[in-house]
């Protein structure tokens, strides 16, 4: 017979089950999902590379002012063109000799919209950086957030099933003692026994399914880590809907407007063209007084498109259908986020519609369970049917957990799409 004693820290044991119990590794460090997210954000070769892009667009718009600046280049030429009896080239033409050394400075005029033009561009490369880089993170922030929530599960399920394989190693024992004073029949002790080595197996493949998801955690976030650690059950909390999403639709935004800033380049090409120069250093021929040949002249250049063949107007149908091809992307865009919203908004309905059910199971499966254990020790009840309700009972639990955890992503979806 099972002592009342025995019994009441069999039922102590079952109530002290926890959909949030970490048995398994009681002396590992938790690990909060923010960990795995910071790293991840840290160790992403992608982020690296915006960070460094955005540190290199400062460059670019030093580039644009540094060109509308004044250029100034020094040049030097010199030749021979010897004659020999009579051969060689005309010394008309060529002098015989000639030695030039200058130093040119010029400056274009007119120039104002077109480093205008260059700095929205340098702007407008920088707000697409920009939210590529939050893009980036986002979806790596949803990503780490889904497999967090997968390793939490199976790390739920370790705890479940270590603590039942727990349990029926203790009723093995008091299960051998009913059965030699003939309480229950060896039928029944077979059964069990094969349930308890059953259960045994299972607790090993949750132990593998949760080493693989947790290396797949780690794998995402850059760790190298291979040791595990306890995983704290994460908070998800719904945030505030944006109907219209501002955030997807800055990338369309911005790719209209570097269609419009490229067509405002194009038109800064047909517009006149005005740079003056000056020059001074030495140029002569080294055939009279060359010590006298040194001196300055300054000048201008003009131009002015006149015709090209109507490629101005070929490069701008180009551009239009660029910008038509944007449009029919942000259309498609906002129809799918509609119907991905109003998916994920079912799915949370649903979802939070079972916890009522799940609590009114678990209620039902631990009254039985309490009261299968309260006649174990007059041998009023057989102890498969006191495992069975158990076993009812930790499913219930596991399914509150399972279920909360498909509502945590469901709001991870709901939080990332709602941007």
Same mark, same amino acid.
């Given at each position: 017979?099972?002592?009342?004693?025995?019994?009441?820290?069999?039922?102590?044991?079952?109530?002290?089950?926890?959909?949030?119990?970490?048995?398994?590794?009681?002396?590992?460090?938790?690990?909060?999902?923010?960990?795995?997210?910071?790293?991840?954000?840290?160790?992403?070769?992608?982020?690296?590379?915006?960070?460094?892009?955005?540190?290199?667009?400062?460059?670019?718009?030093?580039?644009?002012?540094?060109?509308?600046?004044?250029?100034?280049?020094?040049?030097?030429?010199?030749?021979?063109?010897?004659?020999?009896?009579?051969?060689?080239?005309?010394?008309?033409?060529?002098?015989?000799?000639?030695?030039?050394?200058?130093?040119?400075?010029?400056?274009?005029?007119?120039?104002?919209?077109?480093?205008?033009?260059?700095?929205?561009?340098?702007?407008?490369?920088?707000?697409?950086?920009?939210?590529?880089?939050?893009?980036?993170?986002?979806?790596?922030?949803?990503?780490?957030?889904?497999?967090?929530?997968?390793?939490?599960?199976?790390?739920?399920?370790?705890?479940?099933?270590?603590?039942?394989?727990?349990?029926?190693?203790?009723?093995?024992?008091?299960?051998?003692?009913?059965?030699?004073?003939?309480?229950?029949?060896?039928?029944?002790?077979?059964?069990?026994?094969?349930?308890? =080595? %059953?259960?045994? +197996? @299972?607790? &090993? #493949?949750?132990?593998? !399914?949760?080493?693989?998801?947790?290396?797949?955690?780690?794998? /995402?976030?850059?760790?190298?880590?291979?040791?595990?650690?306890?995983?704290?059950?994460?908070?998800?909390?719904?945030?505030?809907?944006?109907?219209?999403?501002?955030?997807?639709?800055?990338?369309?935004?911005?790719?209209?407007?570097?269609?419009?800033?490229?067509?405002?380049?194009?038109?800064?090409?047909?517009?006149?063209?005005?740079?003056?120069?000056?020059?001074?250093?030495?140029?002569?021929?080294?055939?009279?007084?060359?010590?006298?040949?040194?001196?300055?002249?300054?000048?201008?250049?003009?131009?002015?498109?006149?015709?090209?063949?109507?490629?101005?107007?070929?490069?701008?149908?180009?551009?239009?259908?660029?910008?038509?091809?944007?449009?029919?992307?942000?259309?498609?865009?906002?129809?799918?986020?509609? =119907? %991905?919203?109003? +998916? @994920?908004? &079912? #799915?949370?309905?649903? !979802?939070?519609?079972?916890?009522?059910?799940?609590?009114?199971? /678990?209620?039902?499966?631990?009254?039985?369970?309490?009261?299968?254990?309260?006649?174990?020790?007059?041998?009023?009840?057989?102890?498969?049917?006191?495992?069975?309700?158990?076993?009812?009972?930790?499913?219930?639990?596991?399914?509150?957990?399972?279920?909360?955890?498909?509502?945590?992503?469901?709001?991870?979806?709901?939080?990332?799409?709602?941007?």
């Amino acid at each position: 017979m099972i002592r009342l004693e025995n019994l009441a820290k069999t039922i102590i044991f079952i109530g002290c089950i926890s959909c949030f119990s970490v048995s398994l590794y009681a002396q590992t460090p938790v690990r909060k999902l923010a960990y795995f997210i910071e790293n991840a954000q840290l160790n992403s070769p992608t982020l690296a590379d915006y960070r460094n892009q955005g540190k290199a667009l400062k460059f670019d718009s030093a580039l644009v002012y540094a060109k509308e600046k004044p250029q100034v280049n020094g040049t030097g030429t010199g030749y021979y063109a010897p004659r020999v009896k009579g051969y060689g080239f005309d010394e008309v033409i060529t002098n015989g000799q000639a030695l030039e050394g200058l130093l040119q400075v010029d400056y274009n005029l007119l120039n104002g919209n077109r480093t205008r033009n260059a700095l929205e561009r340098v702007k407008l490369s920088a707000d697409s950086l920009t939210y590529a880089k939050k893009f980036t993170s986002l979806d790596l922030e949803r990503t780490i957030t889904d497999q967090y929530l997968v390793a939490f599960s199976s790390q739920q399920e370790v705890d479940f099933n270590e603590q039942l394989v727990q349990l029926l190693a203790n009723e093995d024992t008091l299960l051998r003692k009913l059965t030699r004073s003939n309480i229950y029949k060896q039928s029944e002790y077979l059964t069990f026994l094969v349930t308890y =080595q %059953q259960q045994r +197996l @299972i607790l &090993q #493949q949750a132990i593998l !399914t949760h080493k693989s998801d947790f290396a797949t955690l780690n794998y /995402l976030s850059g760790i190298g880590d291979t040791a595990s650690n306890i995983l704290e059950r994460p908070t998800i909390n719904l945030e505030k809907l944006v109907e219209a999403p501002t955030f997807f639709n800055k990338k369309f935004e911005v790719d209209s407007l570097i269609g419009l800033n490229e067509k405002a380049l194009i038109a800064l090409r047909y517009r006149p063209k005005l740079g003056v120069y000056a020059n001074g250093g030495y140029n002569s021929s080294l055939m009279l007084q060359p010590y006298k040949n040194f001196g300055a002249s300054v000048g201008f250049t003009f131009s002015i498109p006149i015709y090209d063949g109507h490629q101005r107007k070929l490069e701008y149908n180009k551009i239009d259908l660029s910008l038509n091809t944007v449009a029919k992307y942000r259309n498609f865009f906002t129809q799918q986020r509609n =119907q %991905q919203l109003n +998916l @994920i908004r &079912q #799915q949370l309905e649903s !979802t939070e519609q079972l916890f009522p059910q799940i609590e009114k199971q /678990l209620k039902f499966a631990k009254s039985l369970m309490e009261v299968d254990a309260r006649l174990m020790h007059t041998g009023d009840v057989r102890i498969s049917d006191f495992v069975i309700a158990i076993n009812n009972y930790l499913s219930a639990q596991n399914l509150k957990i399972q279920t909360t955890l498909n509502q945590l992503k469901l709001i991870n979806q709901l939080n990332y799409w709602g941007k």
